[in-house]
């Protein structure tokens, strides 16, 4: 196989695309494709600050290395969740984020979740009723509160993530198994601001996985290889499991749905819920919007953990 631009030895062939290239034009054609994706959705522009939350692994580290490439004004965010379960999982994750950071001279801001709180994850986990059913779902909630706080507290107007075109494909195949209305109504490559929270992105919404994970290796990004131990057996990777059977069968399937989906929202599939916006107002504890009655979600299960009614999160 060729490199279709240059006909040297081709590093990466792509089945979805119809399309080989050799290690150098892979590795400018990933940032084309991701500047391109950035323009087309309308997610940010050189004149902003961009946090990216960076976790260790391929993708977030791929996409902090491709914006800083093209150019952009982009810091890092590390939360340490304290996951150890016997394999140091966080330790290791963290150790690669801070290599990234030091070899690239960028600046990584770091949050650790038990100096924080005074809790982990692990710990969460074993002291909630939802760290028990859903240790994923518990998680989100966990990161999604400190990258808003953080990122609007530091005053980057951008939240970026490392969200790939698997991901987004096998949360829109469970959302519509289930037909999640309100979870379909927010999957999109940019959520926009709102009073309280910040702009979320996924500039790597439309790049498959596989194609992060070549990139990452030609670039000798050090990545974590490990899924989280939480993360076995769920859901989501069982989707990805069924998605990747199609592909291999339909290369790029997985792509024409989540483009069919995105292409049907602009055509007013869900026109008749458009104007529906759930009512949010400031947590009384921490300030962070919510749209439960009193405390946020959050705040709650720290009270819960902590067992008093006195704690304030600093804001």
């Known amino acids: 196989m060729k490199c279709r631009t240059c006909g040297a030895k081709a590093a990466v062939n792509m089945r979805q695309h119809k399309l080989a290239l050799c290690k150098e034009h892979y ?31 391929k993708d977030s580290l791929s996409l902090w290395d491709i914006l800083w490439r093209l150019g952009y004004q982009v810091d890092g965010l590390y939360i340490g969740l304290g996951i150890d379960e016997g394999i140091g999982y966080s330790a290791e994750s963290q150790r ?19 100096n924080e709180y005074g809790a982990t994850i692990s710990e969460f986990t074993r002291l909630t009723q939802r760290g028990k059913n859903k240790p994923c779902s518990l998680c989100g909630l966990v990161k999604r509160y400190i ?37 379909l ?25 596989r194609e992060m994970t070549a990139y990452a290796l030609l670039r000798g990004i050090e990545y974590i290889y490990d899924e989280c131990p939480f993360a076995l057996g769920s859901t989501s990777i069982y989707y990805k499991g ?20 995105l292409e049907a929202r602009e055509s007013g599939l869900f026109s008749e819920h458009s104007d529906v916006q759930q009512s949010l107002h400031p947590c009384p504890n921490c300030g962070q919007p919510t749209s439960a009655p009193g405390l946020c979600s959050f705040c709650r299960m720290i009270e819960r953990i902590r067992g008093t009614n006195n704690y304030a999160l600093s804001r």
């Not at 494709?33 to 990216?52: N, P, S, W």
């Not at 950071?101 to 960028?106: I, R």
């Not at 069924?242 to 989906?261: I, V």
């Open 185 to 209: 109504l927010r999957q999109r490559p940019v959520l926009p601001e709102a009073p309280g929270l910040v702009r979320k992105v996924k500039p790597l919404c439309r790049i498959y996985e």
């Open 27 to 57: 590795l400018e054609w990933i940032p084309g494709q991701t500047e391109r994706f950035i323009k087309k959705y309308g997610m940010f522009t050189h004149a902003e600050r961009i946090l990216v939350a960076v976790s260790g692994g």
């Open 147 to 183: 990258m808003n706080r953080i990122t609007r507290d530091l005053g980057f107007e951008v939240l970026a993530t490392g969200h790939n075109l698997d991901d987004e494909a096998a949360a829109l195949f469970g959302n519509t198994l289930k037909w999640a209305g309100e979870y």
């Open 96 to 114: 690669l984020a801070e290599r990234f950071a030091v070899m690239h001279g960028l600046r990584l801001h770091m949050v650790d979740l038990g």
């Open 242 to 261: 069924l998605l990747n059977h199609l592909e291999n069968d339909r290369p790029g399937a997985k792509l024409t749905f989540y483009l069919s989906f």
